[in-house]
């Protein structure tokens, strides 16, 4: 494809030949193939056009950037390059999104768990879905790695072109409000828009609540443009403070409300019961009822369940085979996922939660369990919202028997000053009930040693993630693998005590 075809349209300084032949594209010099485009990113860690020179020099022949560069490559100068390359990609790719019915899932808590949810419905109907988002992004069987909630659009755009080449029709996409803001879900038309709920989260990037509101309210806003003649919805949770404003704003689709409180939104649950396997609730849409009953514990979820049922109804598929696929969803990776804990008597859960709200959420389900008390492990990652720190310290130990404070994915920040930060929130509930152990294994080792007959370790923040952050790098390290080694070492303690008739072991 030449450039010249992909630049319809586009205000953009060309310097050099605009036939130049471009048979890939990529953000990535390491990537660059012969003939390749190179959009030279800038970014927070490192800046794209450091890597210009090793892009042409691996045969990039055209590179898009945003200010001009001494290279005898052909250049693209814009204005907006992340905007931009949405756009390009778009047309490279031509339209993958007007082949697939997409829905969209925004808000700070749920979003990965809806789009398990989504998908469990639609496998339970014979259709095929793509998903990306937080986990990984898979599609027929691929698996990729997720670096990002939300990829950059060029990657978007490549994977929906892949799915749609192999039969795809329907595909689920987390949206973060860095995505929508930074323009990496940009020109994607969607069919379906989930709003799950806001609560504090993203404000060293957005500032302030407004700012975070109006960047998810983009996924809304841009509902009703585009060349798809089917219809559009938009689905609420009519129960949030952000979810009433959103219903407010006028948006050009089919709004669906979905609630367990109002009388009037379209999916309500009635009847709930929540039990520490799961929850038990009605499912009400329109004149239809159905008994759901899903594997996943906490009133959130039924709210989860409730969003993710709607965009599988609005998305045609019927409410039977709805009902069907949402009795059969599985728990999600991460998501108050158990620990086998060999028969010792307590319960280690792990769980993504790094909100105030989400490990409000957590916490609250985990208390209508049986159980004699609850022990937290807990940190808050480096490099992010540290007006957050506060509020789940104050949380954790004002929920909790007893908490851990250690550390999360650090980044460049010193760990020790992020628990100052928690701390501070801890004191002002003047609570004591905690420990700091800055090191996380050792933290999850002494909860783990803690635990007794029918106490509940919650080990939360990283879930389904298999690594730490460093400084820059990314470190092993998963939760559960150290959870059940400290299991392992519990189990032999247990052992040893029985053979050698002593009351305590020490190691």
């Known amino acids: 494809m030449k450039l010249k075809e992909l630049l319809s349209y586009e205000n953009v300084v060309v310097t050099g030949n605009e036939n130049t032949e471009v048979l ?18 800038p970014g927070h860690n490192t800046d794209g056009r450091k890597y210009i020179d090793e892009a042409v020099a691996k045969g990039a022949s055209v590179v898009i950037v945003d200010s001009k560069h001494d290279t005898n490559a052909t250049q693209v100068i814009v204005k907006d390059i992340f905007r931009f390359m949405a756009l390009f990609s778009a047309r490279f790719y031509n339209y ?17 768990t809806i789009t398990y949810m989504i998908e469990s419905i639609f496998a339970n109907s014979g259709v095929d879905c793509g998903v990306i988002g937080t986990v990984n992004y898979r599609y027929k069987g691929k698996i990729i790695e997720a670096d990002n909630t939300t990829p950059q659009s060029l990657d978007i755009y490549r994977i929906m072109r892949e799915m749609v080449d192999i039969g795809i029709k329907y595909l689920v996409i987390e949206v973060s409000s860095h995505a929508l803001n930074l323009g990496r879900v940009y020109g994607i038309e ?50 949030d403070e952000y979810g009433k404003r959103l219903l407010k704003m006028g948006i050009n689709a089919g709004i669906k409300p979905y609630s367990v409180f109002e009388g009037g939104a379209d999916f309500k649950a009635e009847n709930i ?6 929850g038990i609730f009605d499912l009400v849409f329109c004149n239809e009822r159905a008994k759901i009953g899903i594997k996943h514990i906490g009133l959130y979820n039924v709210y989860n ?7 599988a109804v609005c998305s045609g598929i019927s409410f039977e085979k709805a009902v069907e696929g949402l009795n059969n969803s599985e728990r999600v990776p991460g998501r108050l996922e158990r620990v086998n804990t060999k028969g010792l008597g307590f319960e280690v859960v792990v769980d993504y939660a790094h909100t105030a ?64 930060d928690i701390e501070v929130g801890i004191k ?66 247990k052992i040893a005590e029985k053979q050698m008739g002593q009351g305590e072991f020490i190691f």
């Open 96 to 112: 993958p999104d007007r082949e697939l019915n997409i829905i969209g899932v925004t808000g700070t808590n749920g979003k990965t």
């Open 428 to 493: 002002r509930a003047a609570q004591k009930n905690y420990k700091v152990v800055v090191d996380r294994e050792t933290a999850i080792k002494e909860a783990v040693m803690m635990a007794d007959k029918d106490d509940i370790v919650l080990l939360a923040g990283k879930g389904h993630e298999t690594y730490q952050v460093i400084d820059s790098e990314k470190v092993h390290f998963n939760d559960i693998e150290i959870a059940e080694k400290y299991i392992d070492l519990k189990e032999k303690q």
């Open 273 to 278: 019961k929540i039990a520490n396997n799961g």
């Open 357 to 420: 709200d989400a490990l409000k959420n957590v916490l609250q389900a985990l208390k209508e369990i049986a159980h004699k008390r609850i022990i937290t492990v807990f940190g808050c990652g480096g490099d992010r919202d540290r007006t957050k720190r506060p509020l789940m310290g104050k949380t954790a130990v004002g929920m909790s028997d007893f908490v851990f404070v250690t550390s999360d994915n650090p980044r460049t920040e010193n760990p020790q000053e992020i628990i100052l």
């Open 190 to 239: 969607f069919d379906v828009a989930i709003f799950t709920n806001l609560t504090r989260d993203h404000l060293d990037f957005h500032k302030d609540m407004n700012s975070y509101f109006e960047a998810k309210s983009m996924l809304f806003k841009g509902l009703g443009a585009g060349k798809k003649s089917s219809g559009k919805y938009a689905i609420i949770n009519a129960d």
């Open 305 to 311: 369940a409730l969003a993710a049922f709607a965009a």
């Open 24 to 41: 890939g594209l990529s953000f990535d010099s390491r990537k660059i193939r012969k003939d390749y485009a190179f959009f030279a990113l």
